[in-house]
């Protein structure tokens, strides 16, 4: 009996601190990548799909098992990062997350921005692009302000991106779909397989930049990315590579998009003058890098976040031996 | 109940090796944000003596495949209606493209030869526009015969000319073949632009308001949205400030103002006079935007007394909002 009362009151005290704490952590928003159709458009569950693998569920580590709150954003993955069904989607999208509102799958952030909450953005390759569309035309002397959504109150709204093997300044990838490449630059990604719309500007060629387009992020877009080869296909990238993003771009480097970088020695100059900074990067390739299946080792890389002994680790040093990316984000709040 | 759990999270982390991701993650962003909020989002100071203009407009090499590795550039990233593009393209055995496209030629190394190298141009439907051989003869685009560098020259025609203010993207599939046959692929690209304005070359500046206030003269022929950037710099040319306005502009001739803002100044002890190094407008009214030339005006500002810019911070109000949440995070 007396144990029994134990046991109601330890759970009640868990339940309402895990209350406590959903209220207090900032609710995790987030934005997939390229998709091959209008799948995750259309269709909640497959926009919540595309975190899982396996039974790796990339949001549910991330989250600390559900404890904090989140929303999963859907667009048109087969769009230019700056369409009306990617872009403008993802911005509305954003809002009604801070909103309050509900996603498709009725999950809803436990505070809205007016009662005070705080918000992540988790974006996954082509999001990452998306997002710096969006976050760099968040003002009315931008290029393209507000070009097909509410990006100033995006911009206004979130506290910070994470982005996961990100494109920011496209993909050696796409170069190879659309350059109808042979051979082992034969690219069977899944993410990618066809030189559709979204894949035309995802190459790495100067004039579909988004960097182009748009200004620095109006929030800072934290780097992270994985360095595990995809066979046959990270022959062709340059550098290290996940299989479909090469570090130039995974790292938003200034300079060539094509430039070879390595865990030692990857850019800590960006694309833009300022809203960039680097994390970590893991030996997980594109797909393991957006779901929970790959704990693996991650590597302190230049500008980093990892400290060894209360000083930044030197780069290329193994900071952790079996650590997903979901799992690292969940560590960062 | 925050900090425990992060303390908790961090513990179950750490290796052996006594790593730990820093712990102060929100504190550094949050002073990312209050240092950013000194000015506004349409001007800020250049602090790494690069320009955003240049650096976004130098064309870059794009490389795929494996040794011989392909590599290919164009002379530019926009051009208009009679312009020539100029392609290149070369065989290497190792790639030195870790920068722009000037330090990239500079450590080529290991340079292949191809039987033939050739170049196709698509639009984004898919559609070929056009297909070249490129030559390494020294004639036309090329500058040296028997370099390893091939080019050819495209001369963009008047019947594929984008709307006016519009711009369209278009990919080029370089093929090398290589003497045992087999054939290397690389992709690049290059906007063909119409823009819907340009500017007229007259400039002005003034102070406005606490900041250094520099206008140009801008002729619109189609009506649509404009961005105007430009970047200011010491009379030896290193850039100090960047500005930016965009605004609707009706066909007619129009002033469109860039604010450097005052406090720019202060920071770097100095009220001029600057040069207005570089310039673009930009047709904005839809995507791709149609790019326009980078102009080196050559403006040079009135002497000014730094006391009469002012020294206020900003104070963006969404950046200082959002440090504070973070703050309250911690």
Redo the contacts between chains.
Sequence with gaps: MFWNRCGRWLAGVVVG?SA??AQ???CLIFVHGKQTDTNTFTSYTAARNYWIKDGGDFIRTAT?GFATSYYVVGYNGTN?Y??AQAAGEVANEIVNATNGGADGGGRRCAQSFAN?G?FWVIAHSMGSTVMDFILGN????????N?NGPYNTV??RI??VMAVGGAHRGS?GA??V?????G??NFAASFIQS?D?AT??L??????QV???S?AP???V?LTGGYEAIFGAS??L?GEDDGVVQYASIFAC???????YNNGNVCT?KQ???GF?NLDAAHENHDDERNDVDSDTRK?IPGG?????GVP?APD?????A?TTA??I???? | MNRILMGLALLATVTAAGAAPVADLLGQTAADYRAAARFPDHAWRLTDAVDPLLEEREPTVQSLGSSPRLSVWTSGIAFERGQSVDLHARLADTTADAGPLSQALAGLTGRSRAQAVRAEIRNAAGLTLAELSLADDGRGADRLAGDGLYSGRWTLPAALQPPPGRAESLLVRTTATLADGQERVAVGGFQYSHPGARLTGRYRDRLHEGSLRVEAEVEVLSPGRYHLAGTLADLGGLPLAHAQAAQPLAPGRHWLALDYYGLIFHELSSAGPFRLERITLTSATAMPNALGPVLTPGHRTRLYALGQFTDRPFGRVDLLEAARRLDGAR
Excluded: H
């Design positions: 601190l406590w704490s207090a952590a900032p600390k230019a700056f369409e005070g705080t968040n003002d009315s002397s931008d290029p393209n302000y070009y911009a206004a506290a910070l050696e170069d190879a659309c350059g109808q490449s042979s082992s630059c030189c719309t035309f500007y190459r790495s060629a100067d004039d579909v960097r182009g387009f200004n109006a929030r800072t934290w022959a062709c340059s200034a300079g060539s998009a094509n430039a070879s100059s833009e003058s300022s900074r302190a976040i990892w400290t060894c002994g680790c040093t193994t900071v952790q031996s650590m799992r690292f969940s560590t960062l709040y």
